[in-house]
Every structure is written in C-alpha cells, then in structure tokens.
C-alpha cells in the first residue's frame, strides 16, 4: 500500500489483517507535563507573542479571547452538521460538495481551511487520521483527543484500519470496504455517518446526541439508541 500525504485520494482496506503486537491506538499514556521547563520552542513562543503585544498587533485580552473560543469549540458544532444532513437532503448535497460553505450555513466559521464532509455508506466505512502530525478540525469540532495524536493510530490507522477500528467496538462485515483519508495542512475531513434506523424524522436536537466525536472522526458508529 502507498501512502503520500498529499494525496487527497483514500487509502483502501478490504480485509486482511495482520497480527500486530502494538498498543491499542486510543490507550496511550498520560502526557508528562513538561510546564516547569523553559524550552527553546517555550521561549520562542513567549518572545513573539509579548513582541507582538509590545507592537500593538494584539493585546492579551486579544489572545485570551481567542484561546477561550478555541476551548469553546466542541463535536457538537460538527454533529449539527450531520443532523442537518440527515433531516434535509439538499443541505446534505451542499454539506457533501462544499463542507466549508455548509458550515458557515449554520454559524460555524471555519477560516481558510477546506473542511471535506465524506459519506459513509452500508457498503462504504470511512476513517480519518493525521499521518505526519495531528491535523484535526479544531475550527469545528475543538482539540483533538489524545489517541488521534499518537504515533501509533497515525500508523495503524493506515496499515491496518479494520484492527484499530475493533479496538474501538467497531465490527464491520467483509463485504464493506473501508477508506483511509489523511488531512493535510489546508484540508480537514470529517464524517458525515450513516443514521441509525429508526431515527428517521427525529427533530435535529435529538438527533445530535446521537453523532459522537468518534463517529465524526470514523472509528465509530453513530450511536443506535434502540441498542
């Protein structure tokens, strides 16, 4: 299997897995807190943003702003996409050809980064990784969890998906083919998952509960809640 990173086109798995002695991609251990260490890239960080403040750039309040808005940011803006999706069919077309306008429909600003809505299907299972760094997208959805970052899901996710996706709960039968897709610096993917049966006509408030941060990010299904 190849792999380039800026390659928009998806990594295919028909099945097949390998016996693999690694950790599970979504156990990784508690990060070291590392705070207490002034580091070249620490220091850095601080001499730009105090220069850029002492320039009148942006003032702190600016930057306390703006990390508070990134904090505020969670999966439940991306599932109000899904929701939508699934209870309008045109808005699902829009969301499906231009993820970023789709967004921007509902309220969510997602700057100049190109935000890729992929459908899976009953024939079709899509996942999303970062394979050279960690790519995720933060505009929508928030930061990252832990295990998305690892080295470990970044490798697996590609080598051998349908692996990681049963660490995650995730059984899909043979015939269904699933697609890796790697972000890149200015494209970010999310999941558009298939409805769980039953919902059909469900109000979007209730539908939302049932899209997770996993299943936007593909090693999940969206949950049933007749299960």
Known sequence: MTHDHEDHDAHED???DRHHDEPHAHRSPP???HD???TYFR???IALRELLIAKGIFTAEDMRREVEAMESRKPENAARLVARAWRDPDYKKRLLADGSAAARELGFEVGTLRLMAIENTPSVHNLVVCTLCSCYP???MGLPPAWYK???YRSR???EPRAVLREFGTELPDDV???VHDSTADMRYMILPLQPPGTEGWPEEELIPLITRDSLLGVCLARNPTA
Do not use: I, Y
């Open 14 to 16: 028909h099945g097949g």
């Open 31 to 33: 990060a070291q807190d």
């Open 36 to 38: 207490d260490k002034l």
């Open 43 to 45: 220091a850095m960080e």
């Open 138 to 140: 933060r505009m929508l």
């Open 150 to 152: 690892s080295a470990a």
């Open 157 to 159: 996710a590609v080598r």
């Open 177 to 179: 083919e699933v697609r």
